[in-house]
C-alpha cells in the first residue's frame, strides 16, 4: 500500500511539474534571462558594431560623476513623491464620495476612470494642446478671468514644466486608483459604522478610526503603482518635453533611453538600469515594512 502511494505521488509531482514548465520556462526566457543579461552588458562597452569591451565597474563610476544621471533621478523622486501621494489622496476623497448612495454615482465612476484607458501618448497629446501658450485652453482660462497678463509657459519654464507633467500623470491614474480604492471600501462591514453611529463617532472619526486602517493594504497597493508608474514613465514626457527644457524634466527612463539609443552607449544605459532596478527593490520592500510586512500574503485557513 505504501508502495501504491508512494508511485501516485511521483506521479502527481510529474504532472505538476508539466503543467508549471512552459510557464516558468516563459518566465525564465523573458523575465529572468534579461535581468541577467542588462546585469552582464553593464560591465561592458557594448556597440552594435564591433566588439564588446569589458570594462568593470567603469559605467558605474562614471555614473556617480554624471551630474545629468543625478538630475534624472531627482526628477523621479520628485515625480513619484510629487504626484502619487497627491493622486492617492484625491483617490480616497473620490472613492469616498462615490461610494455613498447618491444619485447618478455609477456615472460618476464612469466619468472618473475614462481618462485611464486612453493611452499615454494620446493623453500627453491633449495636455501639451491644453498647457499651448498661443491657443492652450488653460492660458486662455486665465487671461479671460485675469489671473494673469501674459500666457503661462507651462512647458517651458523650468519651475513650470515637471510639475505641469506630474499634473497630467495625476489626471490619468487617478481613476484606477479610485477603482482599487473602490474595491477596499467595499469589504468593509456596514456594521462597523452602524456600531460607530450608535456610539456617535462623526463622520470624520468613522473615516479616520475605521475607513483608513482597514483600507491600508489597497492605500499600499496605490502606492506600489505609483512607484512603478513614477520609474517607468516614458511615453508622456517624451512626447510633451523630451526631457526638456534642458533637463527640467528628465528622469531615469528618458535618460536610460537617450544614452541607449541616441548616444549608443549600451552598457552605460544598462548600469543605470540595474540601479533603477535595485532602488526599486529597496523602496519595495521598506514600503512593505512600514505597511506592516504581510503585503501580498496569503492566509491558509484548514
Known amino acids: 500500500m505504501r508502495r501504491v502511494t508512494g508511485q501516485r505521488r511521483g506521479r ?9 514548465f512552459p510557464s516558468l520556462a516563459i518566465f ?33 563610476a562614471e555614473m556617480i560623476r554624471d551630474p545629468v544621471f543625478w538630475q534624472s533621478f531627482k526628477n523621479t523622486l520628485f515625480y513619484f513623491f510629487g504626484g ?7 483617490a480616497v476623497l473620490v472613492a469616498v464620495l462615490v461610494n455613498n448612495p447618491i444619485r447618478g454615482r455609477n456615472a460618476y465612476r464612469v466619468m472618473i476612470f475614462l481618462p485611464y484607458p486612453i493611452t499615454p501618448v494620446a493623453v500627453a497629446i491633449i495636455w501639451q494642446w491644453l498647457y499651448n501658450e498661443k491657443v492652450g ?15 503661462v509657459p507651462f512647458l517651458q519654464s523650468f519651475k513650470l514644466a515637471l ?3 506630474i499634473m497630467t500623470s495625476v489626471w490619468q491614474v487617478l481613476g484606477y486608483f479610485v477603482i482599487i480604492v473602490l474595491t477596499g471600501l467595499q469589504t468593509i462591514p456596514d456594521d462597523l459604522y452602524e456600531s460607530a453611529e450608535l456610539d456617535g463617532a462623526s463622520r470624520l472619526t468613522q473615516f479616520f478610526r475605521i475607513t483608513l486602517p482597514l483600507i491600508r493594504s489597497t492605500i499600499f497597493l496605490c502606492f506600489i503603482v505609483g512607484i512603478i508608474n513614477s520609474f517607468t514613465v516614458f511615453d508622456i514626457i517624451y512626447v510633451m518635453t523630451d526631457g526638456g527644457p534642458g533637463h527640467a524634466t528628465e528622469i531615469l527612463v528618458t535618460n536610460i533611453y537617450k544614452n541607449a539609443f541616441t548616444f549608443n552607449r549600451m552598457g552605460y544605459a544598462a548600469a543605470m538600469t540595474v540601479f533603477m532596478f535595485l532602488f526599486l527593490l529597496l523602496v519595495t520592500w521598506y514600503s512593505n515594512r512600514i505597511s506592516g510586512g504581510e503585503a501580498g500574503g496569503v492566509n491558509y485557513y484548514e
Not at 509531482?13 to 503543467?19: A, D, G
Not at 534571462?33 to 564591433?50: D, K
Open 12 to 20: 502527481i509531482l510529474l504532472m505538476i511539474y508539466l503543467f508549471l
Open 28 to 60: 525564465l526566457l523573458y523575465r529572468i534571462t534579461p535581468i541577467i543579461w542588462n546585469l552582464v552588458l553593464s560591465f561592458q562597452e557594448w556597440q552594435f558594431i564591433g566588439p564588446n569591451t569589458w570594462i568593470g565597474l567603469r559605467n558605474y
Open 84 to 90: 502619487t501621494p497627491i493622486a492617492i489622496a484625491l
Open 163 to 165: 510639475p505641469s507633467v
Open 137 to 151: 485652453l488653460i492660458n486662455y482660462v486665465l487671461r479671460t478671468l485675469r489671473l494673469v497678463s501674459d500666457p
